[in-house]
């Protein structure tokens, strides 16, 4: 345990919560700035790690992240504070030990939880005499105006200069405090073997490979499963905890498509012309969420009966055994690493809004939870344009059959993750119902033994939902009766229609390699780090 020498007053609290840096990072700068003593605090909160979205994946990418926190912190002159309470209680005694004097934090477009227990803090540090100094998150506002120009305020964001780390801390004087375990949360042993590994370190590797050579192909390869964990940014976790900010990797990839157009690698500049785009889109999300959060249940938008927690649909859908090789092989993939392409991700809940006919939000939940990069904003946006809520633009039910020979042309993730079609023909893969039984035999697949037999005729289920949808959309209209959705021998081809410990052990630097690396690819074209005004 860590103990500092003696006690202070008028402290400036800073509250990390997903913006796990020291760089770039508009709350620390302020507190900084001050000149008062700053006390770093990251509080764990049994209700938010109960919340059915949250898991052991994310847990231990945020503690390989908060332990590199930590370490740049204390390079600087200060500790991470680590605290296990409900925020008010652990606030409220941090304030009776110092007198704080004002909380700096950035604001979070999270869960109506976080949004709940964010105003009770609001309301807490107003009783208190607390000044509490919320910082906006680059290109995302608060309060945004329907006639507002967005797009203007996010790109004058992220040209604006990056914020430079401190060099030193003025330390507050207290015990920095036990770091929990996951089973302090009943989160359970760790399940994924692969997931991506935390920590500012890994996050700015991960955006110096992609803009060096690694996302040369990301504009003709980000689609296909097969490819996108490579030529991916694989940015997206870093992101959503903060290790890198959008800012960071906006202005690299800005500087790095300058360099190529000049050295006139115009694949290179259009893929990180793509990148640009999918950054502004995904602070879009994010800005959607902040001005509209989730609809409530049993609103209007509600259009498919809830399914149970023990629905042998769910369970099949989120094991991968529905079938549907591409649909299988996804959540597969994602159960085992944590991570999939977003196109797969949208192709995942509209299989279940509309083939299997499930309400969204839990299968939303249970899709969360295995993403490692899980973020409310940029989540359940997805999933309510996937699940064509009642009021929305029409619905976009795709065919997963002709997904998968669009995604994934040779089976070649199908048969990583589907191990059991590996032998099928290119021709059949896809749809192994339809396979001749010689090849079927030739592969060893036996339906309901080695791999199971389709859920739904695919086509005559979409067909259903669309007429549901109809119904409920234009009240007068009489829905012809539904077609039946059991798998059949054959299916009518269709064309796809529209879309505790101290720190924990074996997490440790090594030698001198750097902790919350900065990063400046020596390219021009974008603003610099600057300290704070």
């Known amino acids: 345990?860590?103990?500092?020498?003696?006690?202070?007053?008028?402290?400036?609290?800073?509250?990390?919560?997903?913006?796990?840096?020291?760089?770039?990072?508009?709350?620390?700068?302020?507190?900084?700035?001050?000149?008062?003593?700053?006390?770093p605090l990251y509080i764990f909160e049994r209700d938010f790690w109960a919340l059915p979205e949250h898991s052991r994946r994310q847990f231990d990418f945020l503690m390989d992240s908060l332990t590199e926190l930590d370490d740049a912190l204390t390079e600087r002159g200060a500790r991470l504070i680590v605290r296990r309470g409900d925020a008010l209680d652990v606030l409220a005694d941090l304030h009776r030990r110092h007198g704080i004097e004002a909380i700096h934090m950035h604001e979070d477009s999270g869960l109506p939880w976080t949004r709940a227990r964010d105003r009770a803090v609001r309301r807490w540090a107003v009783q208190a005499g607390i000044s509490l100094r919320e910082q906006a998150r680059p290109g995302i506002i608060r309060g945004l105006g329907a006639q507002a120009d967005w797009a203007s305020q996010w790109a004058e964001a992220m040209s604006t200069p990056r914020i430079r780390a401190p060099e030193t801390i003025r330390a507050a004087t207290q015990a920095a405090g036990p770091w929990p375990i996951?089973?302090?949360?009943?989160?359970?042993?760790?399940?994924?073997?692969?997931?991506?590994?935390?920590?500012?370190?890994?996050?700015?590797?991960?955006?110096?490979?992609?803009?060096?050579?690694?996302?040369?192909?990301?504009?003709?390869?980000?689609?296909?499963p097969a490819l996108a964990d490579v030529s991916g940014s694989r940015l997206s976790p870093h992101l959503a905890f903060g290790t890198v900010s959008v800012r960071e990797a906006w202005q690299a990839a800005v500087r790095a498509r300058a360099a190529y157009v000049q050295d006139g690698d115009q694949t290179f500049a259009a893929s990180l012309a793509a990148f640009l785009e999918r950054l502004e889109g995904r602070a879009r999300a994010i800005q959607a969420f902040e001005d509209r959060p989730l609809p409530q249940t049993?609103?209007?938008?509600?259009?498919?009966?809830?399914?149970?927690?023990?629905?042998p649909r769910l369970a099949a859908w989120i094991e991968g055994r529905t079938g549907f090789p591409l649909i299988d092989a996804g959540m597969r993939a994602l159960r085992q690493t944590g991570w999939l392409n977003d196109r797969m991700r949208a192709m995942l809940i509209g299989f279940a809004a509309y083939q299997l006919w499930m309400?969204?939000?839990?299968?939303?939940?249970?899709?969360?939870?295995l993403c490692t990069d899980f973020d409310p904003g940029i989540h359940y946006p997805q999933v309510i344009a996937q699940a064509g809520l009642k009021g929305r633009r029409a619905p976009a039910i795709r065919n997963p059959v002709r997904l998968s020979q669009q995604l994934d042309p040779d089976g070649a993730f199908i048969r990583r993750w589907v191990p059991e079609l590996a032998a099928l023909p290119d021709a059949h893969i896809h749809a192994p119902w339809d396979a001749p039984k010689a090849d079927l035999a030739a592969a060893g697949v036996i339906f309901g033994q080695t791999y199971p037999m389709r859920m739904v005729d695919h086509v005559a289920a979409a067909r259903e939902a669309r007429e549901r949808i109809a119904q409920v959309r234009q009240p007068g209209r009489v829905a012809p009766p539904p077609a039946p959705r059991q798998s059949g021998p054959r299916e009518t081809r269709q064309a796809d229609l529209p879309f505790r410990k101290t720190r924990p052990k074996g997490i440790r630097r090594t030698g001198k390699a750097p902790v919350q690396l900065s990063f400046d690819l020596g390219l021009s074209g974008a603003a610099p780090e600057t300290r704070p005004v």
């Not at 209007?300 to 927690?309: T, V």
């Not at 309400?359 to 939870?369: F, I, Q, V």
């Open 359 to 369: 309400d969204w939000r839990l299968p939303a939940e249970k899709l969360a939870a």
């Open 182 to 224: 996951a089973e302090d949360f009943c989160l359970g042993p760790e399940d994924c073997n692969d997931r991506q590994k935390g920590g500012r370190t890994a996050g700015v590797e991960l955006l110096r490979s992609f803009v060096a050579g690694r996302g040369r192909r990301y504009q003709q390869e980000t689609d296909q």
């Open 1 to 39: 345990m860590f103990y500092f020498c003696s006690m202070t007053r008028n402290v400036h609290l800073v509250w990390f919560r997903r913006d796990l840096r020291v760089h770039d990072h508009a709350a620390l700068a302020a507190a900084v700035a001050s000149g008062a003593p700053v006390l």
């Open 298 to 311: 049993g609103s209007s938008e509600d259009l498919r009966p809830e399914a149970a927690p023990g629905d």
